[in-house]
């Protein structure tokens, strides 16, 4: 009996004329999720994805079926078993697919669709008579049509009939891609990874900025952050990591400015920059992790001011959540063991003791003239490297 992974699609099944390219989009996102386990079919048809394993060791499909629950655009999945549309078929289908549930579950029901009209068995007649069949083979179980433990699901498509149990939920949202993309400004904190989880989920595209400032903050800062990024794609899909060195500017802001503001400016030249290379990567947004209140830097002053210093729309999918809201979220999507390491980021480097609440755009404009932001933000965005990339010198060597 063939088992196979039946994916049911959420909101782009309402995207009208978009619908193909958001399908293909998702077939896409979905490939890249499961090659790793085997090689497999995925066909969509009746706003569902049909994955079939073709080759690959046993627990491939069951691999698959997993990593499906981590891809965007799917709203809930099954592992079916696909027979003939008989009702033959069907019964034996259903009795050794679900054997084992049938047997450990004290209450069941049996739930029927019909896509394929000529089918010659009404939704009711199908329901009904597999009832009776299953009872007649598991006769300790008994019929709960409200609230049963087990509801056998047989659906009679175009094709072929599927049988499942109850189905599992996707992770919902947009496939990644299908919103455009945008940069994440990538912390090492629990905030920020959140963020990132958030917003592919409503289907954009990520590329990561992050800003170190060594000696202050150290390799293993930065570690920390690559490993944070290669823990989000299992949602986001290949998400980069573009470093900002940060020690030039930060130094300058503690050497000029007044130690209320230092706050407030760095994040401004961290827009900067990160607009420089957003524009440049082609990223139609900014994205962070703040979350209104939380610290000194995201009162409504203080995110008012360092709005202005984007030059695109900035995103902060926590603005309105509690912390403890946001640590149950990254328990969830894994990334709160690796948040939690004790490493420094550089916004905690040279941290004021009394930061402004209530910061003017006027004198921090002022500052920022005396400092030369625009240059600092510029020498910055030069000098960002992408991480992982071998260095020229090794790509050379690679080539020879
Ligand atoms: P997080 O937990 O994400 O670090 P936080 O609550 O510690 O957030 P801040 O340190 O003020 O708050 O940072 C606010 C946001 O600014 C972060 O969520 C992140 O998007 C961005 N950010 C802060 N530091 C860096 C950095 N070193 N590199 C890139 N982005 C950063
Ligand atoms: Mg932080």
């Given amino acids: 009996m063939e088992k196979i992974i039946l994916l049911k699609l959420g909101e782009i099944a309402l995207k009208g004329l978009n619908r193909a390219s958001f399908e293909n989009r998702l077939m896409g996102n979905l490939r890249r999720r499961i090659s ?12 569902t994805l049909y994955v079939r394993k073709l080759a690959g060791p046993d627990d491939a499909v069951d691999r698959a079926f997993e990593a499906a629950g981590d891809v965007f655009g799917v709203v809930a ?10 009702y033959g078929a069907i019964r034996e289908t259903a009795l050794s697919f679900l054997a084992e549930r049938f047997t450990e579950a004290a209450t069941f029901k049996v739930d029927a669709r019909r896509s394929d009209k000529r ?13 009776g069949d299953i009872l007649e083979k598991y006769p300790h179980l008994r019929v709960d049509v409200h609230h049963p433990e087990l509801t056998c699901m047989v659906e009679v498509r175009d094709h072929a009939a599927y049988v499942h149990g109850d189905q599992l939920p996707g992770a919902g949202g947009m496939p990644v891609g299908s919103a455009g993309e945008a940069l994440l400004l990538l912390s090492g904190g629990i905030d920020s990874p959140v963020a990132a989880y958030m917003m592919a989920k409503r289907g954009l595209a990520l590329t990561a900025v992050h800003f170190e400032s060594p000696p202050y903050t150290s390799e293993r800062a930065r570690e920390k952050v690559l ?7 299992r949602f986001t899909g290949r998400l980069p990591v573009w470093v900002v060195p940060f020690t ?47 610290v000194a830097s995201q009162t409504l002053h203080a995110i008012a001011v360092t709005d202005k210093s984007a030059d695109r729309p900035v995103f902060r999918p926590l603005i309105g959540m509690d912390k403890e809201e946001i640590v149950q979220l990254s328990r969830r999507i ?67």
Avoid at 36 to 46: C, L, N, V, Y
Avoid at 227 to 233: H, S
Avoid at 345 to 359: A, E, G, Q, Y
Wanted: glycine fraction near 6%; aromatic fraction near 6%.
């Fill in 334 to 400: 894994d990334t709160y063991d690796l948040s939690i390491l004790p490493y420094e980021d550089c916004c905690t480097v040279f941290t004021p003791r009394h930061p402004r609440l209530k910061p003017r755009l006027s004198e921090v404009l002022e500052w920022e003239e005396k400092l030369g932001a625009e240059a600092l933000a510029e020498a910055a965005y030069r000098d960002a490297k992408i991480a992982g990339e071998p260095e020229e010198e090794e790509k050379r060597d690679a080539d020879l």
């Fill in 36 to 47: 790793p386990f085997g090689k497999f079919e995925i066909r969509s048809a009746q706003s």
């Fill in 248 to 294: 030039e500017a930060q130094l300058a802001i503690r050497d000029v400015c007044p130690e209320e503001y230092f706050t407030v400016i760095m994040r401004r030249l961290m827009m900067r920059v990160a607009s420089l290379l957003a524009e440049r990567e082609g990223l139609g947004a900014l994205i962070t992790g703040e979350s209104l209140g939380q």
């Fill in 119 to 131: 089918f010659p068995m009404t939704t009711p007649e199908i329901m009904e008579t597999l009832g």
């Fill in 77 to 86: 999945r099954s592992m079916a078993a696909e027979c003939e549309k008989n």
């Fill in 227 to 233: 490993a944070l990024a290669k823990r989000l794609e």
